[in-house]
């Protein structure tokens, strides 16, 4: 664990930190003594937290075509429909729920006056590629054709996503936007998002490969969890071998450091030596080719149809580069894009707003940004 100078409140930082490993080493024991495995015991903890009712909002378990959903509507009467916003929460993949994101949901709901929808999304390893997509389509497409029954606006539609929930939302608008039968969605939201796993060893992989909560490892593991419900290749997806000469060179234009703002390279970033190519491994993992799972791979003629979109991105964030990389691809092609660059963010400050007592007025700001961005809308 490295947690840099410029993070504010390290401290803090360090006591989750140290939590969240606390809780993976009971998990594993629990697992050793065949009680539970370690994923659905660290998922427990993590949807512990209750909260009681809200005087401001009507919330609402539902079923958007086979798929679990939270809705939360604001009691306040409206003069007009409201906006309305699909919200795909973050755990890479395998972690998070509809209990983990309710606080933010919340706090979105309340803050936009919108009609926010929280997608329970099935999860990895048990559920591995494309299942969290498809789910998170199926509960768009439920929801575009039904908003009238929930007075939102056709005209002001977003999706959002933190970390994995924001590949989700990135993938999600890449299919909607070639539709003609449902609305346009009117933007997309996209926090510290992961949206390709071709090269981790981008700059960000290189600086901030051992500060909470993601480390470069991990980033790697959650996506072949995702896409094949193991782990296996690991080392070699994270050297590179897993990705064809050819491939990659046709892929260069969107993902290298050269697209990379230079004043993001000054921290500890050197040029790393090409990994010899392995074609077993790339059988293996060949999915991550496809824009549905690395949207950063879409075509030109994709993403140019995009809605207006905000990203945030944080400095201490392995995942940076692929906001950075993608806010590029949107520009190139004519799509306004609002960009809010956290310079003392780690991974994950936007859910710790306000955790347990734990807050980081940072998380704050960049949630505020968020609420700002679909005011606007």
Excluded at 21 to 29: P, R
Excluded at 129 to 157: T, W
Aim: hydrophobic share 40%; aromatic share 10%; net charge neutral.
């Amino acid at each position: 664990m490295e947690i840099p100078p410029g993070v504010t409140q390290p401290a803090k930082l360090r006591i989750i930190h140290i939590i969240l490993i606390c809780t993976a080493v009971v998990g594993k024991i629990l697992e050793n003594f065949g009680i539970c495995t370690q994923v659905s015991f660290v998922r427990y903890m993590q949807g512990r937290k209750t909260l009681g009712a809200d005087p401001k909002l009507f919330i609402k378990d539902l079923w958007f075509d086979k798929v679990p959903v939270r809705i939360y509507q604001p009691k306040a009467p409206s003069a007009s429909q409201r906006r309305g916003v699909l919200f795909f929460h973050g755990g890479g993949w395998v972690f998070g729920s509809l209990e983990t994101h309710e606080e933010l949901c919340r706090f979105i709901a309340r803050e936009s006056e919108s009609v926010v929808v929280s997608v329970g999304y099935r999860l990895a390893p048990e559920h591995k590629y494309p299942a969290a997509y498809e789910d998170c389509l199926s509960a768009s497409q439920h929801f575009l054709q039904h908003l009238q029954h929930y007075g939102v606006d056709p005209a002001r539609v977003a999706v959002c996503g933190d970390s994995a929930g924001g590949n989700l939302a990135a993938a999600v608008s890449q299919t909607l936007a070639g539709r003609s039968d449902l609305p346009r969605l009117r933007a997309q939201i996209l926090i510290y998002p992961g949206l390709q796993a071709l090269d981790f060893n981008l700059p960000s992989y290189q600086q901030n490969r051992g500060v909470p909560l993601l480390f470069r490892e991990r980033a790697a593991f959650f996506a072949l969890l995702y896409l094949n419900g193991d782990a296996l290749h690991l080392q070699e997806v994270l050297e590179g071998s897993h990705i064809p000469p050819d491939m990659r060179l046709k892929y260069k234009k969107w993902v290298s450091p050269d697209n990379i703002p230079e004043e993001f390279k000054v921290r500890g970033v050197k040029p790393l030596r090409p990994t010899d190519f392995i074609a077993e491994v790339y059988e293996t993992v060949k999915g991550f080719c496809e824009p549905n799972l690395c949207p950063l791979l879409a075509e030109d003629s994709v993403v140019h149809q995009l809605p207006e979109s905000f990203i945030l991105t944080c400095e201490y964030d392995v995942l940076r580069d692929d906001g950075l990389l993608y806010k590029k691809r949107l520009e190139d092609n004519g799509v306004p894009v609002t960009w809010y660059h956290l310079e003392d963010g780690f991974h994950g400050i936007i859910s710790l707003y306000d955790y347990c007592g734990f807050s980081f007025p940072s998380g704050k700001r960049g949630l505020d940004r968020v609420v700002n961005f679909l005011k606007s809308l």
